[in-house]
Each structure stands twice: as structure tokens, then as C-alpha cells.
């Protein structure tokens, strides 16, 4: 199988490798292909480095580009980049003969999409939606079929698309729901008082939102000690550093057990590390998330019971002090796990029949 990621932070990349590892776990070949390397003119780099200035700069002006190409009811039904990379593509799948081609970010899908809909991709494509809530740059009905995580927008896939929508669990590492941790040691190991409430925070791996802010906010609690994950984020380190607030920890292999030892994640977007989060049994709190896809991603989590959505600074303080209710923490971790009940992805991939009805799951 033919995987195609994006490096548009680590997200879609964290999937497909996931992805890559469970296919060879059933003795199925794969490779993944960032999507970004099919564009002549490295065009690709300068959509990354584009999209990363103005999340981390000028969150508004993605924001007027969401809701315009993305969501508007005027927006093309495809993007006129897959253009560009369509005979890339064609070309590799031309050399490399997969049995299937499956997309983990909607720009590959729409490549994907295209081809297959001209008849220029041989193989079955399946698109597997990595966002909890999806725009129409998602549904390319050229694609042969759709894997989803979120029960809730299946029906909407399947309607726009016209394609069978299968549901498949969110595409974790198993290292997440198997970690065990003793909160004191993880406390001592990161330079804090054994004794504090830790709250993860995470702005993704390129450290974007108003993370300062959100710092700042649970230090001054006096209930909660912020343990902020900047991913390569160097200067947010430094400056967090320089406001005293609390630990500022770059790239981690140890993820899984800040996880285990946590009391809550607050993130600022709705994608791998909130789904990280859901297979640990932690607690997850969006708060004043960026805009476009994670506005609309939080939403859709806190309407479907599985995280909650805050905007303000009490707003957050009172949704922390809420899980305090042991009752409610079991209430919100159920319902996020029980989304790892579904059939896992790789099983989608490997058995199931491609001629399955719209919206079956």
C-alpha cells in the first residue's frame, strides 16, 4: 500500500506511520509519501512554511482562507494545486504498482480523488480522515471509499462524498493506552514539586496559540502546574522560561508516560496528541483552539462528549476543577475511549469489502 502523509506538523505523519507500522504487523507492504515532495518548484516547502507563518503569526488571515476555500459554500469542489502534483503521483504509482493508495491528509486526497475520477490511478483509493471534523476539501468523490474515527460525521461524508464510509478507531500507538506512570517520580523527573496537579499543554509540534497565556493562567490557579510541550518550538521554550512558567519541554519520547501521570491535557488544536490523550484515559480540555479546521475539530469533540471546549480563562480554571469529580473524569474517559471499540484501521484496510454501503460502520 501507498501512504500518503503530509508534514504539515506531525499529525498526519504520527498516523501514517502508525498506519505503516499495523500493515506490517499483517505482513502487508507499505511506504509513505509525503504528498509535499509530488510538487515541482518545492512549491511544497512553501505551502508548509506558508501555513506555519501564519498560524504561529497571522492566525486570522488562515482563518479568511478556511472559511473561503475550505467551508464556503462558493469554494471549488477541488483544489486547483492537485494539478500540480497529479502526474507526480501518477508516475510513482505507475513505478511502484501498489494494491492500494490510501491518503491521510485531504490535499492527497483531492490528488487522489482526481486521478482515480480521470482514470489514472489503476488502484482502489481510500481516504482516511485524520480530523475530527471535515470540510469539503476532504470529500473528493473520485476516492473509492472513506475511513473515519468519528462516528458522528460519517453520515455527513457519506452524503457529500457518495462513497461507503467505514468506521475505524482513531490510529494510536498502543505504547499510550498501555503506559503507567507514578505522578511523583514524573514530577521530580521534570523539576516540580511531587505534590502538584500536572496539566499538560500542547500547541503541536510547532508550539502555535496562545500557550503563554494559557500557562500563565493555570500557574496563577495556584491548583494547577503547567507542563507545556513546545515541539520545536525554541522560542516559546525561552520565553516560558523567562515568565517562571513552570517546566517548557521540547521534542519527547516520553509522551505517553507525562500521559499516564497528568491530571488533564489542554490543547489548542483536535487532532493525534488529543486522540493520544483519549487512549491514556486522560482528560481533554481545547481551549481557545486555532482557528479553522481545530475551531471546528473542538467543537465537533465537545459535541460528541469526548473532550470539552473552553474560551475564556475562568472558563478553563472551572472545566479543570469539574474533573475533580471523579465521577465526571469516568464519564468524559468512557466516552473517549469507547471510540477505540471501533474496527481497527488496519482491518478496514485489509478486509473489509470495498463494496460496503454508504455510512456502514
Known sequence: ???????????????????????????????????????PLRLGSALRRGYRGMILRAPWLYEVIYQVFFVGKRAPGTSPLTVLAASRLRRLVDA?????????????AQITGRLR???????????????????RLWLHRGNDRYLCPNPDIV?????????????????????FARAVADPGRVAGSVGVDPGDRLVLVSGGSWGVGEIIATARTLARSGRYTPLVLCGD???????????????????????????AAAYALVDNGSGLTCEEAFAAGLPVIIHRPI?????????SMARAGVSMHTGSASALLKALDHLED???????????????????VQAGLISAPRWASSGSG
Open 1 to 39: 500500500m501507498l501512504i500518503l502523509s503530509a508534514s504539515m506538523g506531525t499529525g498526519h505523519d504520527g498516523v501514517a506511520a502508525e498506519l505503516a507500522a499495523r500493515l506490517a504487523a499483517e505482513n502487508a507492504d507499505s511506504e509513505i509519501i509525503d504528498v509535499l515532495r509530488l510538487f
Open 96 to 108: 511502484r504498482r501498489p494494491d492500494e493508495v490510501v491518503s491521510t491528509f485531504h490535499l492527497a
Open 117 to 135: 475520477e480521470r482514470g489514472e490511478l489503476p488502484c482502489p483509493s481510500t481516504v482516511l480522515v485524520t480530523d475530527f471534523a471535515v470540510h
Open 155 to 175: 453520515g455527513q461524508i457519506a452524503a457529500q462524498a457518495r462513497r461507503p464510509v467505514l468506521r475505524c478507531a482513531p490510529v494510536v500507538r498502543p505504547e
Open 233 to 259: 518550538n525554541a522560542g516559546l521554550r525561552r520565553r516560558l522560561r523567562e515568565a517562571g512558567l513552570g517546566p517548557a519541554l521540547g521534542w519527547r519520547d516520553d509522551v505517553p508516560e507525562l500521559m
Open 291 to 299: 482557528p479553522g479546521h481545530g475551531r471546528d475539530g473542538a467543537r
Open 326 to 344: 471523579a465521577r465526571a473524569r469516568k464519564r468524559l474517559a468512557d466516552r473517549a475511549g469507547a471510540l477505540f471499540y471501533s474496527m481497527p
